[in-house]
């Protein structure tokens, strides 16, 4: 689950240099452009947040009734709860840094 985590930051950090260069061009951006990456930078955080909440819940209703069933929790399952609710950003935050890096290289060679 480290490793998962310092990966997220360098995908984080990927994707912040993309946008933070498009921002810095804006003006070259059509309405219609800056609107729809916008939308989807704030949608796909929700959603990441929204999935992650759910699974962290269904991973921590699994824990409860495996010990009001008189197995006793595990070590890791705490780790595994905060793994279900980081997993679905860490996807976003991966797909993000290959779909910007992707446009990149695509505009680069323009």
């Known amino acids: 689950m480290g490793f998962d985590w310092a990966l997220s930051n360098a995908y984080a ?3 912040m240099w993309h946008r933070l260069s498009w921002f810095g061009a804006a003006a070259a951006m059509t309405h219609a452009e800056r609107q729809a990456e916008a939308t989807r930078m ?4 929700v959603a990441a947040a929204y999935e992650g909440s759910w699974k ?6 699994r824990t409860m009734w495996s ?10 399952a705490a780790a595994a709860i905060a793994d279900a609710a980081t997993r679905p ?3 976003k935050a991966r797909a993000n840094a290959r779909r910007l890096n992707r ?7 323009k």
Request: aromatic share 0%.
């Open 89 to 91: 950003a860490l996807r």
């Open 42 to 45: 704030l949608s796909e955080k």
């Open 13 to 15: 950090a990927t994707t």
């Open 67 to 76: 010990a009001a069933l008189g197995v006793k929790p595990s070590a890791s």
């Open 103 to 109: 446009r990149a290289t695509r505009t680069s060679r």
């Open 56 to 61: 962290a819940g269904l991973e921590a209703t």
